[in-house]
């Protein structure tokens, strides 16, 4: 079983709808939770962080954490079209470094 | 401040040969991570440098390695390429200390490999 499972999709939607994006995990000792978004041929770039459980909002995206269901989900309100990129969760736990555990990102497409 | 720097952007290589990548990281992080991207596996961490040595790694075989300047930049080696090395190799730099504000990794465009 892998560390942190993530559905692929793709999931299209239309402009202005809401988003919602979930990543689920097995290891107990994770306790950062970070959402990275993805264009076509460019690096992973941070959109959010949180530490332990609870919601976080920026704008038009919230973070939340399930740690008692190991979920995590981030929302994206009114999605544009800018929005189309692949999202990627990650996860690392405390102590140990620099070691992040990544799902396999879920393809979104937002259509004008 | 310029972001972190990978080079090249795409390399074209044979089954056999070696490769090496090149990562520059932003300026004062000390921390550099490797990580092999591919459309059925994602992203899955190769090693990470922090200080010139070697902090964490993956469960790669021996045929990947690394290494850390004292400026920080990084090297990937990838030594008897097989087919299946073909993937987007992303390098991310962080501070490298182990709060999550100071833990954050900052992610390069990636090198695409193919290996014919």
């Known amino acids: 079983q892998k560390e942190v499972e993530q559905d692929p999709g793709p999931l299209s939607v239309p402009e202005g709808a809401i988003v919602s994006l979930n990543c689920t995990y097995s290891?107990?000792?994770?306790?950062?939770f970070m959402w990275y978004r993805q264009y076509s041929r460019k690096g992973p770039e941070l959109l959010m962080y949180?530490?332990?459980?609870g919601n976080k909002e920026d704008g038009r995206f919230t973070a939340q954490v399930d740690k008692s269901s190991k979920y995590i989900s981030l929302f994206i309100r009114d999605s544009q079209p800018s929005d189309s990129a692949t999202y990627l969760c990650a996860m690392s736990a405390a102590g140990t470094g620099n070691q992040f555990y990544f799902g396999t990102g879920t393809s979104l497409t937002v259509i004008p | 401040k310029a972001g972190v720097t990978q080079t090249p952007r795409y390399l074209i290589k044979t089954r056999g040969q070696q490769v090496t990548l090149s990562c520059s990281p932003i300026s004062g992080h000390r921390s550099v991570s490797w990580y092999q991207q591919t459309p059925g596996q994602g992203l899955q961490f190769l090693f990470e440098?922090?200080?010139?040595?070697?902090?964490n790694k993956g469960n790669f075989p021996g045929r990947f390695s690394g290494r850390q300047f004292s400026n920080s930049r990084s090297e990937m080696n990838v030594s008897t390429l097989e087919l299946g090395d073909s993937a987007l190799y992303l390098c991310a730099s962080s501070l490298g200390q182990d709060i999550l504000a100071k833990n954050i990794q900052y992610f390069g465009a990636g090198t695409r490999l193919s290996v014919l």
């Open positions: 290891n107990s000792a994770f306790q950062y």
């Open positions: 949180t530490y332990s459980s």
């Open positions: 440098y922090f200080s010139e040595t070697q902090r």
